[in-house]
Each structure stands twice: as structure tokens, then as C-alpha cells.
């Protein structure tokens, strides 16, 4: 049986209610941090600003940051007054070590590279170079949780990194920062999100449930169907615009850096087998490349999986992007990209990462889809390829 549609991650509301009831555990083990501070925040952009304090970051320092992003990321870096300095990412989601080596400056005082889909960014020549040059080298993991580099977990490189457990679990909120412990004891964000925030962020995950486990029953695919409806309200394309701004759902708000995860997060983190969700996203991952390899205008971002990375989407470029967006959310498949462009900023100087902006998407491959969701997908992008605009892939 086909299942009625592909959305992201979601968690019944059983499970959530028994995460509520669960008691408040001790440590949580879901990275060995490897001797480093660990701090719990309602969100990853809450976890840089506390990293902006805690490294004394004062107005006017560089941030060098990849162009390629959300907005999220940047915001608390210029509400810090720190000056953003955009470098450039290619087609491939891959950085240019050498040109970001020579960007550096005296008045560098962070470098913040992303870890993109989960895929780790080759980081030792930029470690060594921030160290010669005191320089502090900062991980953005939110969309690497579980993904290994080496032989050690992504966010163990450089002196900071910053998690999202969003991107990767089915969690209403939380993020965590990593820190070198020569910044001192962190003090630990203590105030409980109110329960009302907790609730209406839990709603959408209780909508993906829905709809990615609607079943024949007529009742069920109905409830699955008006969660499709409210959840496509949440995931639209590009407007059209040149260059659109950034979402303010993104914008970092200073007053929840005091939240903690919420107690529903927390459960659902500590209950998580890392190991398990990474390998379902690598086969949800791999089973698409080979399944689409070949399709008429559709090229996958990242043709190859390398050991030890679990993946946070499949990244992909269409003939035409608002064709490939309106036919596979048409038919309930998620498809998300980052259109929104963090205003003020050199865009001009990063064609490589406005063509990311502009032209790619993502289709799921989390851990709560089964190789039925993924055959629907696969069925889903061959049936477009036939309609598609004439053309190749970007």
C-alpha cells in the first residue's frame, strides 16, 4: 500500500504525552563531547549568541560566515554588533579553504562554518589556520546531529559548535552549544519555555504524523489530508522576487536565550538511538541516488555518500525550480529550500551560494519514512520528469 504522502518528521501525540511525563534525567548522551562544556537552549541560534557572549565577542568584530544560510545563524552575530563577512559556497555545498585562509584578518574573530545536509566540511587547515592567527573556529551542526567526521562526531574540530535537535528529531524545540572549556563555566539556561510555546510547536509535529502514517482508512487519510493542507501553508518556494528576505520566523529573539529545552524535548533526545536514525537516513538517502540517478532534468546536489555522514535532506536542482516545487507538493511530498536572503549583506561577492539560494531544493529522507515513502517519492519525481520544461538540470 502507497502511502498518502511524505512530510517531515512529525511524532504522535502519544508520544509526545509520554515524553511530558517522563522525570527530568541527568546528562544526556547523545554526543561524546570529548571534555567540553555543554549547553541546553531552546534553539540553536540561542546557542551562538551565548558562545557571542561567553568569547567576549565585542561590536565591530569580524565574523566571516558561509553565504549559503538561513539567516537564522547570522542573526545573532549582528545583534551582537559583530560585522558579517559573507565567503562564497559552490554548487557542490563545498567551501574554498584557500580563499577562506586569505580572508582572515586582525579583525577576525570568529570563523563559522556550516556543515551542510550533514555532510562535514573539510576543516583541519582551517583549525590550524585559526589557531596561528587566534582565531575562533566555529561548527554549525544543526543539520549534521549524528554525523561522524574522522573518527569523532561532527562539532569536535574547532573551539564552538552549535546543535538544533529540530533539523534531526522529532522535538518541539531545542539546541545545544559545545565549548572549549578554556571560556569558563557556561551557566545554563534554566527557564522552561511556557507551556503554551511548547504546545503550538508541538502541533506540526503531531500534523506530519498524520499525514505520513495515513493509512486507507477513509477517517485517517481525511486527518491526513487537513494536516497536508495546514503543513504546505508552512514550506512555500521563493515568491518570485529577486533576492526575498529572509523569513522573520528565522530572526533570533533575545528574550528566549534564558529558555532551556523544553522537558518534551529533553525526553525525546534522551530516548533517541542516534545510531538507528542515522542509519535509516542513509538509507532513505541512498535509495533515492540510485532511484534517480538518471532522470531527465534532475540532478542530485551531492551524488555520493560518504561513510559516517547521516544526511538531513536529499539536496537537488530542477530544470525549473517552481515547477519541480508546485508538482511534488502537490502530491504531499515535502520540498524545502532557503529563497530568504539576510538583508544587508555582499551578496553580489557570492554567486555560488545566491544560485544555492535560487535554484536548489530538498526532498526528505528522514527516519520516520519507510522505503514505501521513498518508492512514492522516486514514483513522484520520474512521473514530473516526463512534464518537466524542456531543459537540463541547473
Same mark, same amino acid.
Given at each position: 500500500?502507497?502511502?498518502?504522502?511524505?512530510?517531515?518528521?512529525?511524532?504522535?501525540?502519544?508520544?509526545?504525552?509520554?515524553?511530558?511525563?517522563?522525570?527530568?534525567?541527568?546528562?544526556?548522551?547523545?554526543?561524546?563531547?570529548?571534555?567540553?562544556?555543554?549547553?541546553?537552549?531552546?534553539?540553536?541560534?540561542?546557542?551562538?549568541?551565548?558562545?557571542?557572549?561567553?568569547?567576549?565577542?565585542?561590536?565591530?568584530?569580524?565574523?566571516?560566515?558561509?553565504?549559503?544560510?538561513?539567516?537564522?545563524?547570522?542573526?545573532?552575530?549582528?545583534?551582537?554588533?559583530?560585522?558579517?563577512?559573507?565567503?562564497?559556497?559552490?554548487?557542490?555545498?563545498?567551501?574554498?579553504?584557500?580563499?577562506?585562509?586569505?580572508?582572515?584578518?586582525?579583525?577576525?574573530?570568529?570563523?563559522?562554518?556550516?556543515?551542510?545536509?550533514?555532510?562535514?566540511?573539510?576543516?583541519?587547515?582551517?583549525?590550524?589556520?585559526?589557531?596561528?592567527?587566534?582565531?575562533?573556529?566555529?561548527?554549525?551542526?544543526?543539520?549534521?546531529?549524528?554525523?561522524?567526521?574522522?573518527?569523532?562526531?561532527?562539532?569536535?574540530?574547532?573551539?564552538?559548535?552549535?546543535?538544533?535537535?529540530?533539523?534531526?528529531?522529532?522535538?518541539?524545540?531545542?539546541?545545544?552549544?559545545?565549548?572549549?572549556?578554556?571560556?569558563?563555566?557556561?551557566?545554563?539556561?534554566?527557564?522552561?519555555?511556557?507551556?503554551?510555546?511548547?504546545?503550538?510547536?508541538?502541533?506540526?509535529?503531531?500534523?506530519?504524523?498524520?499525514?505520513?502514517?495515513?493509512?486507507?482508512?477513509?477517517?485517517?487519510?481525511?486527518?491526513?489530508?487537513?494536516?497536508?493542507?495546514?503543513?504546505?501553508?508552512?514550506?512555500?518556494?521563493?515568491?518570485?522576487?529577486?533576492?526575498?528576505?529572509?523569513?522573520?520566523?528565522?530572526?533570533?529573539?533575545?528574550?528566549? !536565550?534564558?529558555?532551556? =529545552?523544553?522537558?518534551? @524535548?529533553? /525526553?525525546?533526545? *534522551? +530516548? &533517541?538511538?542516534? $545510531?538507528?536514525?542515522?542509519? %535509516?537516513?542513509?538509507?532513505?538517502?541512498?535509495?533515492?541516488?540510485?532511484?534517480?540517478?538518471?532522470?531527465?532534468?534532475?540532478?542530485?546536489?551531492?551524488?555520493?555518500?560518504?561513510?559516517?555522514?547521516?544526511?538531513?535532506?536529499?539536496?537537488?536542482?530542477?530544470?525549473?525550480?517552481?515547477?519541480?516545487?508546485?508538482?511534488?507538493?502537490?502530491?504531499?511530498?515535502?520540498?524545502?529550500?532557503?529563497?530568504?536572503?539576510?538583508?544587508?549583506?555582499?551578496?553580489?561577492?557570492?554567486?555560488?551560494?545566491?544560485?544555492?539560494?535560487?535554484?536548489?531544493?530538498?526532498?526528505?529522507?528522514?527516519?520516520?519514512? !519507510?522505503?514505501?515513502? =521513498?518508492?512514492?517519492? @522516486?514514483? /513522484?519525481?520520474? *512521473? +514530473? &520528469?516526463?512534464? $518537466?520544461?524542456?531543459?537540463? %538540470?541547473?
Amino acid at each position: 500500500m502507497s502511502p498518502a504522502a511524505c512530510d517531515g518528521l512529525g511524532a504522535s501525540p502519544l508520544r509526545l504525552a509520554s515524553a511530558l511525563t517522563q522525570p527530568r534525567r541527568g546528562a544526556l548522551n547523545w554526543i561524546e563531547a570529548g571534555g567540553r562544556s555543554v549547553v541546553y537552549t531552546h534553539q540553536g541560534r540561542n546557542a551562538i549568541a551565548l558562545f557571542c557572549r561567553m568569547a567576549g565577542l565585542r561590536p565591530g568584530d569580524q565574523v566571516l560566515a558561509p553565504a549559503y544560510n538561513c539567516g537564522a545563524e547570522i542573526d545573532p552575530f549582528v545583534k551582537a554588533g559583530a560585522r558579517v563577512v559573507l565567503y562564497d559556497v559552490d554548487r557542490r555545498l563545498e567551501i574554498d579553504v584557500d580563499r577562506i585562509v586569505a580572508a582572515l584578518s586582525p579583525a577576525t574573530r570568529i570563523l563559522y562554518v556550516t556543515h551542510f545536509f550533514g555532510f562535514p566540511q573539510p576543516l583541519g587547515e582551517l583549525a590550524a589556520a585559526c589557531g596561528k592567527q587566534g582565531v575562533l573556529l566555529m561548527e554549525d551542526c544543526a543539520q549534521a546531529l549524528y554525523s561522524v567526521s574522522g573518527d569523532k562526531p561532527a562539532g569536535l574540530a574547532g573551539d564552538a559548535a552549535v546543535f538544533s535537535f529540530v533539523k534531526t528529531l522529532p522535538v518541539p524545540d531545542g539546541g545545544a552549544l559545545l565549548a572549549d572549556r578554556r571560556f569558563g563555566p557556561p551557566r545554563q539556561p534554566e527557564k522552561q519555555p511556557p507551556a503554551a510555546a511548547t504546545g503550538r510547536a508541538c502541533l506540526p509535529l503531531v500534523k506530519r504524523w498524520l499525514v505520513n502514517s495515513a493509512s486507507s482508512s477513509p477517517l485517517h487519510r481525511l486527518a491526513g489530508s487537513v494536516a497536508l493542507r495546514h503543513s504546505r501553508a508552512s514550506t512555500a518556494a521563493s515568491d518570485g522576487r529577486r533576492r526575498p528576505p529572509m523569513l522573520s520566523s528565522n530572526r533570533y529573539v533575545e528574550a528566549r !536565550t534564558a529558555w532551556t =529545552m523544553s522537558r518534551v @524535548a529533553r /525526553a525525546i533526545l *534522551a +530516548a &533517541a538511538d542516534g $545510531a538507528e536514525v542515522a542509519r %535509516a537516513r542513509r538509507r532513505n538517502f541512498q535509495f533515492l541516488l540510485e532511484a534517480l540517478r538518471s532522470v531527465p532534468g534532475f540532478e542530485p546536489a551531492l551524488p555520493a555518500l560518504p561513510e559516517g555522514v547521516s544526511p538531513m535532506a536529499f539536496p537537488f536542482f530542477g530544470s525549473s525550480r517552481s515547477y519541480w516545487y508546485s508538482q511534488l507538493t502537490a502530491k504531499g511530498i515535502l520540498v524545502q529550500g532557503w529563497p530568504g536572503y539576510y538583508p544587508g549583506l555582499d551578496w553580489d561577492a557570492c554567486p555560488g551560494a545566491c544560485f544555492l539560494k535560487d535554484e536548489l531544493l530538498t526532498l526528505p529522507v528522514h527516519q520516520g519514512l !519507510t522505503e514505501a515513502h =521513498m518508492q512514492y517519492i @522516486a514514483d /513522484a519525481v520520474r *512521473a +514530473a &520528469a516526463k512534464l $518537466a520544461p524542456a531543459g537540463s %538540470a541547473c
